[in-house]
């Protein structure tokens, strides 16, 4: 059996080049970026930052090619979990399955809630209650994803060309403020010099880990990229279009990030206030909109917040996409119930779209009603991008490995990622190092609080006990190299 249109019980395959594109750069371009920036420059430097950026921007390109390298040859809605549980350990793909799915049923629930506070930002909206807006948005994102796989990734490919038009503005204008054409502030480059320490100026003032510190948003900033791999099951062309995709994403999203960091890192003090403390629900301090706001152009906080809705609704959308998809693909694999795996006649796993739903729902009204507990579903979840990229490294080495080991050409392969093996296993460095130091001055200080240390790690136990209960209720071994399944079927 194979993820193709001839059977009744399939995902259809309707998603264009453009559309996994898009996806992509929806996935990846948000709030990191828009409201996260203005903190990372302030706490690093802009040398710092943008240190932290190159560094993540080159371990997510080499993740996203061995993604692609597997994607191409097995495209498959279960993307790392299938790959996973077939190149690696089945009780790997059934932790990082279980995994992804609960780390976007907590994303989409946080961003319907969140959603509610950003369109507050018009008073005269605000003649619904909070809770209203919150379920007004979910519905619109279930109808999305119910209706067909054409139609979110139609709605997904807007989104995401909104933000991309927004960043190329903000680019433009910053090139014309540097050059003194618009009005604003022109800081230079003694924003990167000026500070205590002897190389990058305040970029390295606060120290090593400060600056791992920015690499952590930097990663969370860049998460969203391996929705390639999710969409691949329902690619018209997964040969053709996921090659095209990861280079066109890859670099476009690169560009976007280091370029928009540099503008902000010339024309605002790192050291101002201004790019302290800002959050979806205060538009006014994201540097996008002090940029704009300083070159003289009108309502810039009111085009930012439409511009961060939209983001916002985006990620909904796109992870109550992955989350279902994910769910189907566990579904067939025998990680999840059967009936899961059921399509309707347009292709859409609805009962894993109604299960996932009514998750969220729970999670939402949880968050209304017991705050304190909500807190730790959400910190539940915090390294579950990151634990997903580690997947991704060790998945795509193992099945390298086992293709050259079984015999196989490597020239055979549709697609091939780079520099094998230092691109995998790079990534599984870095993404060790960035879990490391998820709160390293927790670790560093003397005041050690046991609450914020289970908060901030509390994601690697649930990981761990979603991969034991499946080790030990089926007694999985490491599967040899030999004995790796390299069919290009799903069944």
Known sequence: MTDANSSSNQVKRHLKTRHLSMI???????????????????????????????????????LMTSLGEMATYLPTSGSFSTYAARFVDPSLGFALGWNYWFNWVITVAADISIASLVITYWEPLRFMPAWSWSLLFFALVFLLNILSVRAYGESEYWFALIKVVTVIVFLGVGVLTIFGILGGQYVGLSNFTIGDAPILGHGWSGGF???LGVFLIAGFSFQGTELIGITAGESENPQESIPKAIKQVFWRILIFYILAMLVIGLLIPYNSDALLGADVDQVAKSPFTLVFERAGLAFAAAVMNTVILTSILSAGNSGLYASTRMLYAMGKDGMAHRRFSAVNQRGVPVLALLATAIVVLAIFLLESVDEGAYEYIVAASGLTGFIAWLGIAISHYRFRRAFVQQGNDINSLVYRAKWFPFGPILALLLCILVIIGQDSQLLLHGDFKWQRFAITYMGLPVFAAFYLYHKLRYRTRKVPLTQVNLSKHLD
């Open 24 to 62: 992509a750069i929806g996935g990846s371009i948000g709030t990191g970026l828009f409201m996260a920036s203005g903190s990372a420059i302030h706490d690093a430097g802009p040398g710092g930052a943008l240190l932290a950026y190159m560094a993540i921007g080159i371990m997510v390109y080499f």
């Open 209 to 211: 880990f400060t600056v």
